[in-house]
Protein backbone atom coordinates (compact mmCIF):
# COMPACT_ATOMS: atom_id res chain seq x y z
CA UNK A 1 0.00 0.00 0.00
CA UNK A 2 1.14 3.58 -0.84
CA UNK A 3 1.91 5.81 2.19
CA UNK A 4 -0.22 8.23 1.00
CA UNK A 5 -2.97 6.22 -0.48
CA UNK A 6 -6.43 6.87 1.32
CA UNK A 7 -7.16 4.10 3.50
CA UNK A 8 -11.15 3.55 4.66
CA UNK A 9 -11.23 1.65 8.41
CA UNK A 10 -14.95 0.54 8.84
CA UNK A 11 -15.54 0.14 12.73
CA UNK A 12 -12.19 2.04 13.92
CA UNK A 13 -13.72 2.36 17.55
CA UNK A 14 -13.89 -1.32 18.58
CA UNK A 15 -11.10 -3.58 19.06
CA UNK A 16 -10.63 -4.70 15.74
CA UNK A 17 -11.02 -1.14 14.21
CA UNK A 18 -8.19 0.43 16.86
CA UNK A 19 -6.49 -1.99 16.13
CA UNK A 20 -5.99 -1.13 12.78
CA UNK A 21 -5.66 2.40 13.40
CA UNK A 22 -2.90 1.80 15.59
CA UNK A 23 -0.75 -0.46 13.29
CA UNK A 24 -1.27 1.74 10.17
CA UNK A 25 -0.16 4.70 12.29
CA UNK A 26 2.70 2.48 13.80
CA UNK A 27 3.74 2.25 9.59
CA UNK A 28 3.75 5.71 8.88
CA UNK A 29 -0.13 5.49 6.88
CA UNK A 30 -1.53 8.92 7.19
CA UNK A 31 -4.13 9.56 4.76
CA UNK A 32 -6.78 7.30 7.25
CA UNK A 33 -10.59 7.92 7.08
CA UNK A 34 -13.10 7.29 9.23
CA UNK A 35 -16.75 7.98 10.49
CA UNK A 36 -17.94 7.38 13.80
CA UNK A 37 -21.79 5.34 13.75
CA UNK A 38 -23.46 8.85 14.22
CA UNK A 39 -21.58 10.47 11.58
CA UNK A 40 -22.53 7.19 9.01
CA UNK A 41 -24.69 4.51 9.68
CA UNK A 42 -23.24 1.45 7.79
CA UNK A 43 -26.94 -0.50 7.53
CA UNK A 44 -28.24 3.01 5.64
CA UNK A 45 -27.68 2.28 1.66
CA UNK A 46 -27.95 6.09 0.86
CA UNK A 47 -25.66 6.94 3.10
CA UNK A 48 -22.83 4.26 2.62
CA UNK A 49 -23.70 5.19 -1.09
CA UNK A 50 -22.78 9.29 -0.46
CA UNK A 51 -20.06 8.26 1.81
CA UNK A 52 -18.11 6.39 -1.02
CA UNK A 53 -18.48 8.64 -3.98
CA UNK A 54 -17.60 11.70 -1.75
CA UNK A 55 -14.52 10.29 0.08
CA UNK A 56 -13.48 7.64 -2.87
CA UNK A 57 -10.86 5.57 -0.70
CA UNK A 58 -8.43 3.32 -2.31
CA UNK A 59 -8.24 0.62 0.30
CA UNK A 60 -10.92 -1.00 3.20
CA UNK A 61 -10.47 -2.25 6.06
CA UNK A 62 -14.20 -3.30 6.84
CA UNK A 63 -13.84 -3.93 10.87
CA UNK A 64 -17.50 -2.88 11.24
CA UNK A 65 -20.07 -5.29 13.12
CA UNK A 66 -21.89 -6.14 15.77
CA UNK A 67 -20.44 -8.43 17.94
CA UNK A 68 -20.86 -10.27 21.70
CA UNK A 69 -20.83 -13.52 23.27
CA UNK A 70 -22.80 -16.35 23.25
CA UNK A 71 -25.22 -14.63 26.09
CA UNK A 72 -25.39 -11.72 23.68
CA UNK A 73 -25.77 -14.10 20.27
CA UNK A 74 -29.27 -15.75 22.05
CA UNK A 75 -30.86 -12.87 22.76
CA UNK A 76 -30.07 -10.75 19.86
CA UNK A 77 -30.21 -13.51 17.39
CA UNK A 78 -32.29 -11.18 14.69
CA UNK A 79 -30.30 -8.35 14.95
CA UNK A 80 -26.70 -10.05 14.62
CA UNK A 81 -27.96 -11.63 11.32
CA UNK A 82 -29.62 -8.15 10.19
CA UNK A 83 -27.21 -5.67 11.07
CA UNK A 84 -24.44 -7.71 9.80
CA UNK A 85 -25.94 -8.56 6.54
CA UNK A 86 -26.52 -4.79 6.10
CA UNK A 87 -22.87 -3.82 7.07
CA UNK A 88 -21.19 -5.84 4.71
CA UNK A 89 -23.49 -5.73 1.99
CA UNK A 90 -23.15 -2.18 1.73
CA UNK A 91 -19.93 -1.64 2.12
CA UNK A 92 -18.78 -4.22 -0.10
CA UNK A 93 -20.93 -3.16 -2.82
CA UNK A 94 -20.19 0.64 -2.74
CA UNK A 95 -16.49 -0.53 -2.45
CA UNK A 96 -16.91 -2.13 -6.35
CA UNK A 97 -19.09 0.90 -7.27
CA UNK A 98 -16.38 3.52 -6.47
CA UNK A 99 -13.37 1.57 -7.49
CA UNK A 100 -12.02 0.05 -4.40
CA UNK A 101 -9.73 -2.73 -5.62
CA UNK A 102 -8.40 -3.92 -2.20
CA UNK A 103 -10.54 -4.78 0.53
CA UNK A 104 -10.10 -7.16 3.79
CA UNK A 105 -12.71 -8.26 5.45
CA UNK A 106 -13.05 -9.49 8.69
CA UNK A 107 -14.86 -12.70 9.87
CA UNK A 108 -14.63 -14.51 12.71
CA UNK A 109 -13.63 -18.37 12.77
CA UNK A 110 -17.20 -19.42 14.35
CA UNK A 111 -17.96 -19.70 10.30
CA UNK A 112 -16.56 -23.22 10.96
CA UNK A 113 -18.77 -26.29 11.59
CA UNK A 114 -19.30 -27.26 15.33
CA UNK A 115 -17.34 -30.51 15.12
CA UNK A 116 -14.89 -29.84 12.85
CA UNK A 117 -11.59 -31.17 12.53
CA UNK A 118 -8.67 -29.98 14.68
CA UNK A 119 -6.70 -27.92 13.70
CA UNK A 120 -9.71 -26.07 11.47
CA UNK A 121 -8.13 -25.50 7.57
CA UNK A 122 -9.82 -22.88 5.55
CA UNK A 123 -10.91 -25.85 3.21
CA UNK A 124 -13.07 -26.72 5.93
CA UNK A 125 -15.75 -23.94 5.86
CA UNK A 126 -19.53 -25.41 4.83
CA UNK A 127 -18.25 -28.93 5.56
CA UNK A 128 -20.82 -29.29 8.81
CA UNK A 129 -23.36 -27.55 10.75
CA UNK A 130 -22.79 -24.63 12.84
CA UNK A 131 -22.73 -23.75 16.47
CA UNK A 132 -26.50 -22.81 16.67
CA UNK A 133 -25.48 -20.42 19.95
CA UNK A 134 -24.09 -17.86 17.02
CA UNK A 135 -25.27 -19.70 14.05
CA UNK A 136 -26.84 -16.26 12.93
CA UNK A 137 -23.53 -14.37 13.08
CA UNK A 138 -21.45 -17.04 11.78
CA UNK A 139 -24.37 -17.15 8.08
CA UNK A 140 -23.77 -13.50 7.70
CA UNK A 141 -19.91 -13.65 8.45
CA UNK A 142 -20.07 -16.33 5.62
CA UNK A 143 -22.10 -14.46 3.08
CA UNK A 144 -19.26 -11.76 3.64
CA UNK A 145 -16.87 -14.04 2.28
CA UNK A 146 -19.19 -15.37 -0.31
CA UNK A 147 -19.75 -11.61 -1.39
CA UNK A 148 -15.75 -11.10 -1.87
CA UNK A 149 -15.12 -13.80 -3.31
CA UNK A 150 -17.77 -13.43 -5.87
CA UNK A 151 -16.89 -9.96 -6.89
CA UNK A 152 -13.19 -11.40 -7.13
CA UNK A 153 -14.67 -14.08 -9.93
CA UNK A 154 -17.13 -11.40 -11.63
CA UNK A 155 -15.21 -7.85 -11.52
CA UNK A 156 -11.37 -8.55 -11.07
CA UNK A 157 -11.33 -7.51 -7.56
CA UNK A 158 -8.66 -7.99 -4.86
CA UNK A 159 -10.88 -8.37 -1.64
CA UNK A 160 -9.79 -10.69 0.62
CA UNK A 161 -11.89 -12.46 4.01
CA UNK A 162 -9.27 -13.02 7.22
CA UNK A 163 -10.66 -15.72 10.10
CA UNK A 164 -9.41 -14.46 13.53
CA UNK A 165 -8.95 -16.64 16.27
CA UNK A 166 -10.93 -15.58 19.48
CA UNK A 167 -9.42 -11.51 19.69
CA UNK A 168 -8.56 -9.71 22.94
CA UNK A 169 -6.79 -6.29 24.12
CA UNK A 170 -6.82 -2.82 24.69
CA UNK A 171 -10.68 -1.17 24.28
CA UNK A 172 -12.45 -4.45 24.35
CA UNK A 173 -16.43 -5.08 25.11
CA UNK A 174 -16.48 -5.60 29.29
CA UNK A 175 -20.08 -5.70 29.32
CA UNK A 176 -21.25 -8.63 31.14
CA UNK A 177 -24.16 -9.20 29.08
CA UNK A 178 -22.43 -9.11 25.46
CA UNK A 179 -18.53 -9.60 26.02
CA UNK A 180 -16.46 -12.42 25.09
CA UNK A 181 -15.13 -14.80 27.21
CA UNK A 182 -11.78 -13.34 28.20
CA UNK A 183 -13.18 -9.93 28.62
CA UNK A 184 -15.62 -11.17 30.90
CA UNK A 185 -13.26 -12.73 33.03
CA UNK A 186 -10.67 -10.28 33.60
CA UNK A 187 -13.90 -7.92 34.82
CA UNK A 188 -15.37 -10.84 36.94
CA UNK A 189 -12.01 -11.28 38.51
CA UNK A 190 -11.53 -7.56 39.03
CA UNK A 191 -14.30 -6.91 40.57
CA UNK A 192 -13.91 -9.68 42.88
CA UNK A 193 -10.57 -8.64 44.25
CA UNK A 194 -11.99 -4.96 44.84
CA UNK A 195 -15.19 -6.43 46.80
CA UNK A 196 -13.35 -8.95 48.18
CA UNK A 197 -15.78 -11.64 46.94
CA UNK A 198 -14.95 -15.18 48.25
CA UNK A 199 -15.69 -16.90 44.73
CA UNK A 200 -16.38 -16.07 41.19
CA UNK A 201 -18.37 -17.79 39.13
CA UNK A 202 -17.63 -18.83 35.54
CA UNK A 203 -20.05 -20.24 33.22
CA UNK A 204 -19.99 -23.53 31.35
CA UNK A 205 -17.75 -26.96 32.29
CA UNK A 206 -14.46 -25.06 31.85
CA UNK A 207 -13.89 -28.20 29.42
CA UNK A 208 -13.99 -26.44 25.69
CA UNK A 209 -11.04 -25.06 24.64
CA UNK A 210 -10.12 -21.40 23.40
CA UNK A 211 -7.35 -20.15 20.80
CA UNK A 212 -6.78 -16.16 22.17
CA UNK A 213 -5.00 -14.03 20.07
CA UNK A 214 -3.79 -10.25 20.79
CA UNK A 215 -6.00 -7.32 18.27
CA UNK A 216 -2.37 -6.07 17.77
CA UNK A 217 -1.33 -9.00 16.18
CA UNK A 218 -4.33 -9.32 14.76
CA UNK A 219 -3.96 -6.34 12.67
CA UNK A 220 -0.15 -6.97 12.28
CA UNK A 221 -1.27 -10.10 10.36
CA UNK A 222 -4.40 -8.21 8.41
CA UNK A 223 -1.75 -5.17 7.19
CA UNK A 224 0.81 -7.56 5.82
CA UNK A 225 -1.40 -9.18 3.94
CA UNK A 226 -2.58 -6.18 2.32
CA UNK A 227 0.89 -5.26 1.44
CA UNK A 228 1.35 -8.43 -0.24
CA UNK A 229 1.20 -8.38 -4.22
CA UNK A 230 -1.89 -10.05 -6.12
CA UNK A 231 0.47 -12.28 -7.84
CA UNK A 232 2.04 -13.92 -4.80
CA UNK A 233 -1.18 -13.91 -3.20
CA UNK A 234 -2.65 -15.87 -6.40
CA UNK A 235 0.36 -18.33 -5.94
CA UNK A 236 -1.09 -19.83 -2.16
CA UNK A 237 -4.97 -18.94 -2.40
CA UNK A 238 -6.79 -21.71 -4.37
CA UNK A 239 -8.95 -20.74 -7.09
CA UNK A 240 -11.62 -23.20 -6.37
CA UNK A 241 -11.91 -21.70 -2.83
CA UNK A 242 -12.75 -18.41 -1.21
CA UNK A 243 -9.59 -15.85 -0.73
CA UNK A 244 -9.92 -16.98 3.00
CA UNK A 245 -6.84 -16.50 5.72
CA UNK A 246 -7.09 -17.96 8.98
CA UNK A 247 -5.46 -15.80 11.55
CA UNK A 248 -4.49 -17.24 15.06
CA UNK A 249 -1.60 -18.40 17.45
CA UNK A 250 -1.91 -21.74 17.08
CA UNK A 251 -2.24 -22.93 20.21
CA UNK A 252 -5.01 -22.71 22.67
CA UNK A 253 -5.92 -24.11 26.15
CA UNK A 254 -9.43 -24.77 28.45
CA UNK A 255 -11.78 -22.08 29.96
CA UNK A 256 -10.74 -23.62 32.98
CA UNK A 257 -6.90 -22.72 32.43
CA UNK A 258 -7.81 -19.18 31.31
CA UNK A 259 -9.57 -18.95 33.78
CA UNK A 260 -6.64 -18.92 36.25
CA UNK A 261 -4.86 -17.85 34.12
CA UNK A 262 -6.44 -14.44 34.80
CA UNK A 263 -6.98 -15.05 38.10
CA UNK A 264 -3.12 -15.29 38.49
CA UNK A 265 -2.31 -12.08 36.52
CA UNK A 266 -5.44 -9.56 38.94
CA UNK A 267 -4.48 -11.11 41.61
CA UNK A 268 -7.60 -12.62 42.92
CA UNK A 269 -7.54 -14.93 45.96
CA UNK A 270 -10.97 -16.35 46.50
CA UNK A 271 -12.60 -19.88 44.60
CA UNK A 272 -13.58 -20.28 40.82
CA UNK A 273 -16.80 -21.69 40.53
CA UNK A 274 -17.94 -23.15 37.44
CA UNK A 275 -21.58 -23.24 36.41
CA UNK A 276 -22.15 -25.91 34.12
CA UNK A 277 -25.89 -25.34 34.06
CA UNK A 278 -24.86 -22.50 31.36
CA UNK A 279 -23.91 -22.79 27.79
CA UNK A 280 -20.29 -23.83 26.87
CA UNK A 281 -20.60 -23.41 23.38
CA UNK A 282 -18.35 -25.08 20.69
CA UNK A 283 -16.39 -27.39 22.47
CA UNK A 284 -13.29 -26.46 20.45
CA UNK A 285 -12.02 -24.19 17.25
CA UNK A 286 -8.17 -24.27 17.07
CA UNK A 287 -7.17 -22.64 13.56
CA UNK A 288 -4.61 -23.86 11.37
CA UNK A 289 -2.44 -20.84 10.44
CA UNK A 290 -0.02 -22.47 7.85
CA UNK A 291 -1.08 -20.63 5.42
CA UNK A 292 -0.80 -17.20 7.22
CA UNK A 293 3.01 -18.67 7.94
CA UNK A 294 2.92 -19.01 4.23
CA UNK A 295 2.50 -15.41 3.32
CA UNK A 296 5.08 -14.45 6.10
CA UNK A 297 3.29 -14.04 8.96
CA UNK A 298 2.60 -15.23 12.63
CA UNK A 299 1.71 -14.28 15.74
CA UNK A 300 4.16 -12.55 18.85
CA UNK A 301 2.52 -11.66 21.57
CA UNK A 302 2.42 -14.18 24.22
CA UNK A 303 -0.99 -14.70 26.02
CA UNK A 304 0.17 -14.12 29.79
CA UNK A 305 2.12 -10.84 28.09
CA UNK A 306 -1.38 -10.21 26.53
CA UNK A 307 -3.33 -10.60 28.87
CA UNK A 308 -1.19 -8.80 31.78
CA UNK A 309 -1.40 -5.57 28.69
CA UNK A 310 -4.89 -5.78 28.56
CA UNK A 311 -6.22 -6.09 32.26
CA UNK A 312 -3.75 -3.20 32.72
CA UNK A 313 -5.66 -0.96 29.89
CA UNK A 314 -9.23 -2.22 31.62
CA UNK A 315 -8.02 -1.36 35.14
CA UNK A 316 -7.05 2.33 34.43
Known amino acids: MEQNAKIYVAGHRGLVGSAFIRQLQRLGY ?15 QSAVQKFFEAEQPKYVLLAAAKVGGIHANNI ?3 EFIHENLAIQTNVIHQSYLSGVKRLLFLGSSCIYPRDCTQPIKE ?4 TGPLEPTNRPYALAKIAGIEMCWSY ?15 LYGPGDNYNLQTSHVLPALIRKFHEARQSGSPTVTVWGTGMP ?7 DDMAEACIHFLQISPEKLAQHLAT ?3 PLINIGCGEDLTISELANKVKAIVGYQGEIVLDATKPDGTM ?8 AKKLGWQARISLDDGI ?3 YEDYAK
Request: with cysteine; glycine share 2%.
Open 123 to 126: EYLL
Open 76 to 78: YPA
Open 152 to 166: NRQYGTQYLAVMPTN
Open 30 to 44: QNIVTRTHAELDLTD
Open 240 to 242: DQP
Open 284 to 291: RKLLDVNL
Open 308 to 310: ACT
Open 209 to 215: RRELLHS
